[in-house]
């Protein structure tokens, strides 16, 4: 290529490379410590596979069903910037569900839900780390 081409088209590469930049910065990770809205539990979301995975670490309450060690999210691939889908368990009722996580900032959604969606169970959590 001739100088002159190449200095007219280093500004539209930059552009094109701070884009990129921009797009990957406002995506989301779900990796890492989640805290329970309610305080009850902490999960820790880590690569497993080419999925993520979350394990009960610390629970407030030793007597509930659940406990530590305990998978509660599997199989959880990333569906857009900011959301995951894949499995949920309850260990409260003993059943596994279609789940999905969405992260905003330091919040964290999760839902399993039943039914292709029609019934559905919400809890948020807070980044712990």
């Not at 590469?13 to 995506?27: M, Q």
């Not at 060690?69 to 900011?82: L, P």
Request: positive net charge; proline residues 4%; glycine residues 10%.
């Amino acid at each position: 290529m001739r100088p002159s081409v190449c200095r007219s088209l280093a500004p539209v590469i930059l552009l094109f490379i701070l884009a990129l930049a921009g797009a990957a910065a406002h995506a989301q990770d779900a990796e890492g410590l989640w805290m329970r809205h309610d305080g009850a539990s902490k999960i820790l979301l880590a690569p497993c596979g080419v999925a993520l995975c979350g394990a009960i670490v610390w629970l407030r309450n030793p007597n509930s069903k659940a406990y530590v060690g305990q998978r509660v999210f599997a199989a959880m691939v990333r569906a857009d910037q900011n959301s995951w889908t894949g499995q949920a368990f309850n260990p409260e009722d003993g059943r596994a569900y279609s789940g999905r996580m969405v992260v905003s900032g330091k919040k964290m959604r999760t839902s399993g839900c039943v039914f292709g969606g029609l019934i559905c169970k919400t809890v948020t959590w807070v980044r712990a780390n």
